[in-house]
């Protein structure tokens, strides 16, 4: 979420590096209406907030009471009741939606591994439901966790007959509450979920291919976050005319819409939690095509939902380099309006991310990656984002202004203060009108982001700005291709072991109907943790008083040091052809300023200077080769060259054309120390080396790699 106001705890005084006071949109005032088509279209309707805009003063800071035995089928259908946490500054009341707190349950099935999704009701204490919830059926020995969202500033958990030590809640450390966010069991939930992946029981789907032709974004893309990621939830109530609320399920609407045709009531209204969480699911997937993982609504039979764990779930196994992680700046992990690893740790156990340290939540690395990933991205998808609705209209006039104004406020001084940490101007300008409502922006790439990055191709796979959103197979084994701009330095590296695990077993996933020419197969992942046996155990139990939470379980990562903030990169990109370039390299070309310098590469640390030469992965030669005209890095497998040749040659026997007359000489003789100075020879394959100029290799239409290299995309459907 990118706008709210943080208490005088987490938020410090005006200098470099604070965060300044963010406001409503009067819109979350404002209830919209609904129908019943709406609701079942999974279209959703949001409400955000804006730097810019003013609201009536409310209260921000209200307190949930968690019901007993929170974790059971009795506690998830009880309604969680919301109070003002000093009354004095007056009421607070979950039909105004700048007040609204939400609740989001998932439940991981033992004996089937799989996950399913409950939403309880959140009402105002002493009120009564519009509708009763639904009392889910819940599995025996069943994991189940809560998360919580917030419209105001900070939500305090207040426990009921020591609920919230039954439910292992996290409200923050002690004296510092996280503001918007907090959660229950989470930890467990996750230790069982990455089991149940690791066993093959839950299958994670792998991220589809947008319509930019990019991959589809996760949580953790640096072209999606924000300066507080992972926040919030993507829960929905319904609010009836008379302000009770009830669960957005299909029943409900439909029992609610007629009772209002029966009466001279207002229309029922949606309730909606302002997520990153939902701006990626309904939003951005709407506008680029792709599809969130979703799962059984146990509240609506038949529905399937999205939910922040599978949202951080999906991240967790596919999100390519860089991986954003939350990090020491987030104003919801200050404490004393300053950074602190143990809350930042906290707060990362809620959504499955590894503990923090300085390296890997240095919060100077995520603005690099922030500033060198989002803006080339949000250029090369405005014609998909311009002519969408904005997810606040008093914020923006489009999702791309909606995007441009929320990068702004992230960057600069009343964010995370980028601008200052890397001394470096914003590139996104933003016009407003009257009214602080953005209308228009401007992107400027030069001297950032991939401008100038080389497309790279793998054993035939293209993949664009030389930055792996999933590995690709090279040499027998899993590796990654990043391009770090500032070293100008294209860097291929085995991947950690999650990803060789997560690619070790290939499922077919079937496409769309629409899009089944973009359908490849899909490589399921297996992601076993380092100890699942120590992951599984149950957290220490919080205190009933919310501000006792201090000593809460941190839940290491399999593999802390593969998921540390990564080097800038290029944002990540699916399989494309070897001429498309990047967007910020159209876009410096087009300003006529595009100019291919040769990088260098380095394989596994060992720099290949310009590129140009020979290096050594998993035991194996690599050739690698740089093409100026371009702007190609080629980096073929010395095995893969020789079946490529061989393939080539029994091709043009029993076509009667045979090239070379000369036989070829033996895989293991088939390198030429010298990069063929006639492109046309590598072409004719007179030469068994590849040629300067990568273009002139033969495409390996039948190579099995090329397949793995594309690591599962599929086309999806809008949701």
Same mark, same amino acid.
């Given at each position: ?514 899009? /089944?020419?973009?359908?490849?197969? !899909?490589?399921? +992942?297996?992601?076993? *943790?380092? $100890? #699942?046996? =120590? %992951?599984? &155990? @149950?957290?220490?139990?919080?205190? /009933?008083?919310?501000?006792?939470? !201090?000593?809460? +379980?941190?839940?290491? *990562?399999? $593999? #802390?040091? =593969? %998921?540390? &903030? @990564? ?10 052809? !070897? ?10 070309? =087009?300003?006529?300023? @595009? ?125």
């Amino acid at each position: 979420m990118q706008t709210l106001k943080r208490s005088e705890q987490n938020a410090p005084a005006q200098k470099p590096g604070a965060r300044g006071s963010k406001r409503f949109s009067p819109l979350m005032l404002v209830g919209i209406g609904i129908t019943l088509a709406v609701i079942l279209g999974a279209a959703g309707i949001f409400a955000y907030k804006n730097v810019n805009s003013h609201a009536a003063a409310v209260n921000m800071d209200c307190t949930l009471i968690v019901p007993a035995d929170p974790l059971t089928a009795k506690g998830l259908a009880t309604p969680y009741q919301l109070v003002a946490t000093n009354p004095a500054n007056g009421a607070c009341n979950e039909a105004n939606k700048g007040q609204a707190a939400f609740v989001q349950g998932a439940v991981v099935n033992p004996a089937t591994g799989k996950v399913s999704i409950y939403n309880p009701l959140v009402i105002d204490q002493g009120a009564q439901p519009a509708i009763a919830p639904v009392v889910p059926t819940v599995p025996k020995n069943a994991i189940v966790a809560l998360w919580f969202g917030f419209n105001g500033n900070n939500l305090t958990l207040q426990g009921t007959n020591n609920s919230l030590a039954q439910g292992n809640c996290v409200n923050g450390q002690q004296g510092s509450i996280f503001g918007q966010f907090s959660y229950c069991n989470a930890a467990a939930f996750f230790a069982s979920a990455n089991l149940n992946i690791a066993n093959g029981r839950l299958k994670v789907p792998p991220l589809g291919m947008g319509k930019d032709g990019l991959t589809c974004p996760t949580v953790r893309d640096f072209s999606v976050v924000d300066m507080d990621q992972s926040d919030n939830v993507t829960t929905a109530y319904v609010i009836s005319g008379n302000g009770q609320v009830a669960q957005a399920n299909a029943a409900n609407i439909a029992a609610l819409q007629k009772n209002n045709n029966m009466a001279a009531v207002q229309t029922p209204q949606m309730q909606t939690n302002a997520s990153d969480n939902r701006l990626l699911s309904v939003a951005l997937d709407g506008a680029l095509g792709c599809t969130a993982w979703q799962a059984p609504d146990l509240a609506d039979p038949g529905k399937m939902v999205n939910a922040l764990p599978l949202d951080e779930m999906q991240a967790a196994r596919f999100q390519g380099a860089p991986v954003a992680l939350v990090p020491l700046g987030d104003p919801m992990t200050l404490n004393n309006a300053k950074p602190n690893l143990a809350k930042t740790t906290l707060y990362r156990t809620g959504v499955d991310q590894p503990a923090a340290n300085n390296v890997n939540a240095n919060t100077v690395t995520y603005c690099t990656n922030l500033l060198n990933v989002q803006p080339a991205r949000m250029q090369k998808d405005m014609q998909l984002t311009m002519n969408r609705p904005s997810p606040d209209p008093a914020a923006a006039n489009s999702l791309f202004t909606f995007l441009a104004q929320r990068f702004v406020a992230t960057y600069e001084a009343n964010g995370l203060n980028c601008m200052a940490l890397l001394n470096k101007p914003d590139p996104i300008k933003v016009t407003t009108d009257g009214n602080g409502v953005a209308t228009a922006a401007t992107i400027n790439l030069n001297g950032i982001g991939t401008a100038g990055a080389p497309n790279c191709r793998v054993n035939g796979v293209a993949v664009a700005g030389c930055a792996t959103n999933a590995p690709v197979k090279l040499n027998g084994i899993m590796a990654t291709i990043a391009f770090d701009q500032a070293a100008n330095q294209v860097n291929i590296t085995k991947a950690n072991a999650n990803q060789q695990a997560a690619n070790a077993v290939a499922q077919p996933v079937v496409a769309p109907a629409d899009q /089944a020419a973009q359908a490849t197969v !899909a490589a399921q +992942p297996a992601v076993a *943790p380092a $100890d #699942p046996a =120590a %992951q599984a &155990a @149950q957290p220490t139990v919080a205190p /009933a008083d919310p501000a006792a939470q !201090a000593a809460q +379980p941190t839940v290491a *990562p399999a $593999d #802390p040091a =593969a %998921q540390a &903030a @990564q080097p800038a990169a290029a944002q990540p990109a699916a399989a494309q052809p !070897a001429a498309a370039q990047p967007a910020a390299a159209q876009a410096a070309k =087009a300003n006529g300023k @595009q100019k291919a310098v040769a990088p260098n590469c380095a394989v596994n640390g060992k720099v290949i200077n310009g590129c140009m030469g020979f290096g050594s992965f998993n035991g194996r030669t690599l050739i690698v080769t740089f093409s100026k005209a371009n702007n190609q890095v080629t980096i073929t497998s010395l095995n893969f060259l020789g079946r490529n040749n061989q393939a080539q040659q029994n091709a043009n026997a029993g076509q009667g054309q045979n090239v070379n007359p000369t036989p070829a000489p033996a895989a293991a003789q088939n390198v030429n120390p010298t990069p063929a100075a006639d492109p046309n020879a590598a072409g004719q394959n007179a030469n068994p080396t590849p040629a300067a100029d990568p273009n002139a290799n033969p495409a390996p239409a039948q190579n099995a790699n090329a397949g793995q290299g594309q690591h599962g995309r599929h086309g999806k459907q809008k949701p």
